[in-house]
């Protein structure tokens, strides 16, 4: 398949998990958690394809094959796959299939498996409730990996997706340290760290401090995204225009290479399209009175990812507070999100699945989210009408931040603060702005954010004014806390950690307690969407140098994303207001050109005209301002 397919407005996927094996597994995962088994039916049915391609205007979907259930009971599952493949490809949609890759249940004919990941006192690894990390290097688990991916593709589906492309243990980020063990501690990946680096394993990691880590922390990345290339060749040697995806979790949000070995940049480059999984679905929150606003978004993120992963196309799946504590959102944030990520040169797959509603999982299939479908399908529509736009272009904002490279997961806690914080205030401030890396060539960049000493290679054009940002007041990084200077205290509070970690994952009771506690949300929950102080912002603000043109002022910021097309600019906003809001756009100079909406959920408007140093509108979702200008 070309890459066309993956176009903005082309592309229009949902997330959606049905059928019996998301019946089952959701009552394992979540402890016999209510189930609406009738709705996860009726998804794999005409009924619930016709809603998602009718109403919603989806034209790919995401469907599960693989939870990593034995055989004996998974049977049921690829049985039922194979008749909705057909069905929704009778529908107009095309099919993803699901693998499980990192983990399976821990019964039947699995009990008696050797190919589970191994802390370093040779424990298996929890995964949730009756669920084990597997070993990636295992060769029983790869064939059984090729197994899954033939019966997708003999099932007629399109592609094949891979979920939680993770290397074993993943240690756990506390108090500004890591504690306990990172992947895979079988005599088999041992032995296999030892003669490629002639290293042993260390039991627990520090990026920030020991260089062994890092190369440790390395080789485990590669060996993953060694996993997802071989099983796409693996893929194309049966059918040579299936599309391979995996969900590259998280993997600029927080530091995912640490955690689970997710090298975003190198498994782009195995991957006809990346996915971002997250917890950013759009939200504006204003705070206590006299305390700090959050806006939640992903356009650091997703700005970020495009730096990294090149002309790889990207989607992003984000979410609000997490699997299983989400009801189906309203309309409008459906839209705040598919807005967002077309903005700024992705497609947002929506999650249709695992929601909860009066304590009962449930689908956006379901007859009563029909609101929230046909506000979704405006927006699809809207972005297939004007698909165009989003092609043959380039990103044309003069305001770039300087991605911080590897020094973002091996000094974490002392960069991603100021990292989102830049990304925050420019995003508040309304200023159209990329990511760059140090190899970028940076023509058309006139200010430079950065956060440490800019890389050798980096070439500055003439002009360009740089703002080392951690010099400025109010910016300074924290310095490292006393339990990340203290290996012996580490160490023992790691155990702690670590086994509390475990119960969470290993046993009802402990699990249901941290639930009711709010734990969860607590730990996926970014801490970054926090809006830094106005005096911090401020700061920055007058920080570089002139002003800032164009510029989209508002009470409740907006996203301002510009990009250019021949001779013609596009400035894209989104409001993330929960509601309308009348907002200013400044071009500094004379414009004109014309104004192109979805008008939120109520349809497709005619294009309107301007012309004017600044124009004044009522911006409902998303609106796409076409121009020239006169410089």
Not at 310 to 321: C, I, N, R, W
Not at 450 to 468: N, Q, T
Not at 469 to 495: C, I, K, T, Y
Request: proline content about 7%.
């Amino acid at each position: 398949m070309s890459a066309e397919i993956f176009d903005i407005g082309v592309h229009r996927p949902v997330y959606l998990w049905g059928g019996p094996g998301t019946v089952r597994m959701n009552r394992l995962k979540f402890m016999d958690a209510p189930v609406d088994e009738a709705v996860h039916a009726e998804a794999h049915t005409g009924i619930g394809a016709s809603r998602m391609a009718r109403e919603a205007a989806f034209n790919w979907a995401y469907l599960m094959y693989d939870w990593g259930f034995p055989p004996e009971i998974e049977q049921e599952d690829w049985d039922d796959f194979r008749r909705a493949v057909t069905i929704y490809q009778a529908a107009g949609l095309q099919v993803f299939g699901y693998v499980q890759v990192s983990n399976c249940v821990y019964s039947g004919t699995y009990s008696n498996k050797d190919w589970y990941a191994l802390d370093p006192h040779g424990r298996r690894f929890h995964y949730y409730t009756g669920r084990y990390m597997t070993c990636p290097s295992h060769p029983e688990w790869q064939a059984h990996l090729r197994e899954m991916v033939r019966g997708i593709i003999d099932a007629g589906a399109e592609g094949v997706y891979f979920d939680n492309p993770w290397h074993g243990c993943q240690p756990i980020h506390f108090l500004g340290a890591w504690l306990g063990p990172a992947g895979c501690y079988c005599p088999r990946c041992r032995r296999a760290f030892r003669d490629a680096t002639g290293l042993e394993m260390p039991a627990s990691i520090s990026p920030g401090s020991d260089r062994a880590s890092r190369r440790y922390l390395r080789w485990r990345a590669g060996r993953m995204t060694g996993v997802i290339a071989s099983l796409g060749e693996y893929a194309r040697s049966l059918k040579p225009d299936v599309v391979i995806g995996a969900n590259d979790y998280n993997a600029v949000m927080n530091p995912s290479y640490v955690a689970y070995g997710v090298d975003l940049a190198a498994l782009a480059q195995v991957q006809d399209v990346v996915m971002i999984e997250d917890f950013a679905l759009p939200r504006w929150d204003p705070g206590p009175s006299g305390g700090p606003a959050t806006l939640v978004n992903n356009a650091l993120t997703l700005r970020t990812a495009r730096a990294l992963i090149g002309a790889t196309p990207l989607s992003t799946d984000p979410y609000d507070q997490g699997i299983g504590f989400d009801p189906v959102y309203p309309a409008r944030r459906f839209q705040q999100g598919i807005a967002e990520a077309a903005a700024c040169g992705a497609t947002m797959v929506v999650k249709g699945t695992e929601y909860v509603e009066d304590g009962t999982f449930t689908l956006l299939t379901a007859e009563q989210y029909g609101p929230q479908r046909v506000a979704i399908g405006q927006m699809h529509g809207w972005l297939a009408e004007h698909a165009d736009l989003y092609r043959d272009r380039e990103n044309a904002a003069s305001t770039a931040l300087l991605y911080p490279g590897d020094e973002l997961w091996q000094d974490w806690d002392r960069l991603a603060g100021p990292y989102f914080a830049a990304g925050q205030t420019l995003l508040a401030a309304g200023v159209p702005w990329r990511v760059v890396t140090g190899a970028d060539d940076l023509t058309g960049i006139r200010v430079l954010l950065c956060l440490g000493d800019l890389p050798a290679a980096v070439e500055l054009p003439d002009g360009l004014h740089v703002v080392p940002v951690l010099d400025l007041p109010g910016w300074e990084p924290s310095e490292p806390s006393f339990l990340a200077r203290n290996a012996r205290l580490r160490s023992g509070v790691g155990g702690a950690v670590g086994w509390l970690f475990q119960a969470y994952m290993r046993w009802p009771g402990v699990r249901s307690l941290g639930d009711g506690l709010g734990l969860p949300k607590l730990i996926i929950q970014s801490p970054h969407f926090v809006l830094p102080s106005p005096a911090g912002r401020q700061a920055l603000w007058e920080a570089l140098g002139d002003p800032r043109y164009p510029r989209v002022k508002a009470g409740i910021p907006v996203l301002a994303e510009l990009w250019r097309r021949g001779d013609r600019r596009q400035l894209h906003v989104v409001n993330y207001a929960p509601e309308p809001q009348q907002v200013s756009v400044q071009f500094g100079q004379q414009a004109s050109g014309r104004l192109l909406s979805p008008e939120g959920a109520s349809g497709p408007a005619p294009s309107a005209g301007f012309a004017g140093a600044e124009l004044s509108l009522t911006l409902d979702v998303y609106a796409v301002l076409e121009y020239t200008s006169e410089t």
